[in-house]
T-cell receptor, first 111, second 111 residues
Framework: DVKVTQSSRYLVKRTGEKVFLECVQD?????MFWYRQDPGLGLRLIYF???????EKGDIPEGYSVSREKKERFSLILESASTNQTSMYLC??????????FGPGTRLTVT | RKEVEQDPGPFNVPEGATVAFNCTYS??????FFWYRQDCRKEPKLLMS???SGNEDGRFTAQLNRASQYISLLIRDSKLSDSATYLC????????????FGAGTRLFVKA
């Protein structure tokens, strides 16, 4: 079974803090993704990576950056957290097929 | 206009009922289509792909109508365990990374 894990299920941070969300997959997938999910808006792509050290902006990259130093690990960084970044963050990975495997999600609250 | 639109519901149906959801997409060149299922406070998981000729998986039937640009999901003999949010997913370009998720349709199946 493919396993995608995320570092935290719940996180509470203060405005202005730097926040790191980590994602690890164990299936040697090339492609990894970070989404945020908000009620009524569905999943929106923040960034994706198709190889180590390679990254591409998704639909809503502002206020976020990513790092992929190892194939299995894809990190999302909020440089200076703001209240409008309160959301559910989902990491996913996939190989050549289109099926995406999601991690359990991190519910981030910024106060 | 959203690229992928779904009726948010909720659909409240009794056990044993047949229920159908539609999803419309705006890009007529879209290539691949899927239904994902998301349980409350869980990550999305692939339910089934949608093929041009239509396809069935047990009690679930998926259809694609390219002329009208919609896909549908039919659930027969609903079970309590079918209660979830169903996400319509469209991949606009063959081989591309972009994946567009609908906001989801909530289904409640009641005893």
């Amino acid at each position: 079974d493919v396993k995608v894990t995320q570092s935290s299920r719940y996180l509470v941070k203060r405005t202005g803090e730097k926040v790191f969300l980590e994602c690890v997959q164990d299936m040697d997938h090339e492609n990894m993704f970070w989404y945020r999910q908000d009620p009524g808006l569905g999943l929106r792509l923040i960034y994706f990576s198709y190889d180590v050290k390679m990254k591409e902006k998704g639909d809503i990259p502002e206020g976020y950056s990513v790092s992929r130093e190892k194939k299995e690990r894809f990190s999302l960084i909020l440089e200076s957290a703001s209240t409008n970044q309160t959301s559910m963050y989902l990491c996913a990975s996939r190989e050549t097929s289109y099926e995406q495997y999601f991690g359990p999600g991190t519910r981030l609250t910024v106060t | 206009r959203k690229e992928v639109e779904q009726d948010p519901g909720p659909f409240n149906v009794p056990e044993g009922a047949t229920v159908a959801f539609n999803c419309t997409y705006s890009n007529s060149a879209s290539q691949s289509f899927f239904w994902y299922r998301q349980d409350c406070r869980k990550e999305p998981k692939l339910l089934m792909s949608v093929y041009s000729s239509g396809n069935e998986d047990g009690r679930f039937t998926a259809q694609l109508n390219r002329a009208s640009q919609y896909i549908s999901l039919l659930i027969r003999d609903s079970k309590l365990s079918d209660s979830a949010t169903y996400l319509c997913v469209v991949i606009p370009y063959t081989g591309g990374f972009k994946t567009i998720f609908g906001a989801g349709t909530r289904l409640f199946v009641k005893a």
